[in-house]
T-cell receptor, first 115, second 115 residues
């Protein structure tokens, strides 16, 4: 069965420092993977997605993620954190259930930016 | 702004009551998805409608039901409400039937508080 694990419910980094949010998945089909961001009191917004093309995926707001099949990982990175990056980040994988596709979500990681 | 609208933004009601949440998808999108986000359960997929028909079912309780109308807006009906139903309910839409890699666009959510 497909599942997603996000390591760390909270990650704290200083402004200007590297952001690394971890996501590991399990999937019985070639994975399609997503990162979404949720700013306070808002809905979720797609950051980037992996759909079996390039393994390094660039998204919005300077974020990127690398698909590593051998490690079953899809970690999200940003070279230099901004205060505006403070939000909750969700990793998701496509699952096949009853012949239909569904998104299976990780528990989310709250990114805290220290001034 | 994703183009997905949800009403109302906030809803406060009592246990045992019934409420209806409304969602209008982005112009041209045929699929509508409903999600529940709570502190203890995280983000849970409830149900998907595609062009008026139920397409996929997730962890939706029997007390909950949904439908999609000919103009493609959708309603989620929650009945016999319990304290544990307090959560943020999101609607998302996508252009097609939810194929692999298809992006879902999320609305701002309806925050339901059951007292």
């Amino acid at each position: 069965a497909q599942s997603v694990t996000q390591l760390g419910s909270h990650v704290s980094v200083s402004e200007g420092a590297l952001v690394l949010l971890r996501c590991n998945y399990s999937s019985s089909v070639p994975p399609y993977l997503f990162w979404y961001v949720q700013y306070p009191n808002q809905g979720l917004q797609l950051l980037l997605k992996y759909t079996s093309a390039a393994t390094l995926v660039k998204g919005i707001n300077g974020f990127e993620a690398e698909f590593k099949k051998s490690e079953t990982s899809f970690h999200l990175t940003k070279p230099s954190a901004h205060m505006s990056d403070a939000a909750e980040y969700f990793c998701a994988v496509i699952a096949v259930r009853d012949s239909n596709y569904q998104l299976i979500w990780g528990a989310g990681t709250k990114l805290i930016i220290k001034p | 702004d994703s183009g997905v609208t949800q009403t109302p933004k906030h809803l406060i009601t009592a246990t045992g009551q019934r409420v209806t949440l409304r969602c209008s998808p982005r112009s041209g999108d045929l699929s509508v998805y409903w999600y529940q986000q709570s502190l203890d359960q995280g983000l849970q997929f409830l149900i998907q409608y595609y062009n008026g028909e139920e397409r996929a079912k997730g962890n939706i309780l029997e007390r909950f039901s949904a439908q999609q109308f000919p103009d493609l807006h959708s309603e989620l009906n929650l009945s016999s409400l319990e304290l544990g139903d307090s959560a943020l309910y999101f609607c998302a839409s996508s252009v097609g039937s939810g194929d692999l890699g298809e992006t879902q666009y999320f609305g701002p959510g309806t925050r339901l508080l059951v007292l």
